[in-house]
T-cell receptor
């Protein structure tokens, strides 16, 4: 699976959009981009995933660049409860391998 | 329950003792994963079960670690002769048949193991 690079930490003001970047320059054509988050003392939670088109769900939007070498997770109106570690993961969707979590980005939403 | 259930939620043991951690996945989920997370660290993959296929044990750190999944449902992670470095939160996750699915893993709340 392709390696991902994320900033170690970010701050965001409550009510503003949080934009979390992820670089995956070695991504191959059949690898998906997944985002998970882990709120303190809880298990990770799935947020969203995509292949090449932008995706949106009730939690977030995922913007993938045309060359697929990077992506951005957008939380449109961050709340204090969005404070968490956000993991960007790239994986072939063959179902034969477990997800590999990196260090993620620690997002701190400020009041 | 609707989610992944893990027990015990907390376990304190003495060095050298064996421990068993249990995971009850979401009903109907054929894939089951074990991860561990040491304090302040990321998630470390341990083992992955998918249906009746041979498990992927590539993440188990030593032969003191083993896991079973009986009847394609409940899983038990066993750590023999525990060491202090085994102290961590052990997380279990399950998913639907992952072939072609969304890749969404559902995690339990974890079992916090402390080895004294």
């Amino acid at each position: 699976d392709a390696k991902t690079t994320q900033p170690t930490s970010m701050d965001c003001a409550e009510g503003r959009a949080a934009n979390l970047p992820c670089n995956h320059s070695t991504i191959s054509g059949n690898e998906y981009v997944y985002w998970y988050r882990q709120i303190h003392s809880q298990g990770p939670q799935y947020i969203i995933h995509g292949l090449k088109n932008n995706e949106t769900n009730e939690m977030a939007s995922l913007i993938i660049t045309e060359d697929r070498k990077s992506s951005t997770l957008i939380l449109p109106h961050a709340t204090l409860r969005d404070t968490a570690v956000y993991y960007c993961i790239v994986r072939v969707d063959t179902g034969r391998r477990a997800l590999t979590f990196g260090s993620g980005t620690r997002l701190q939403v400020q009041p | 329950g609707a989610g992944v259930s893990q027990s015990p939620s907390n376990k304190v043991t003495e060095k050298g003792k064996d421990v068993e951690l249990r995971c009850d996945p979401i009903s109907g989920h054929t894939a089951l994963y074990w991860y561990r997370q040491s304090l302040g660290q990321g998630l470390e993959f341990l083992i992955y079960f998918q249906g009746n296929s041979a498990p992927d044990k590539s993440g188990l750190p030593s032969d003191r670690f083993s896991a079973e999944r009986t009847g394609g449902s409940v899983s038990t992670l066993t750590i023999q002769r525990t060491q202090q470095e085994d102290s961590a939160v052990y997380l279990c996750a399950s998913s639907l048949n992952p072939a072609g699915n969304t890749g969404e893993l559902f995690f339990g709340e974890g079992s916090r193991l402390t080895v004294l």
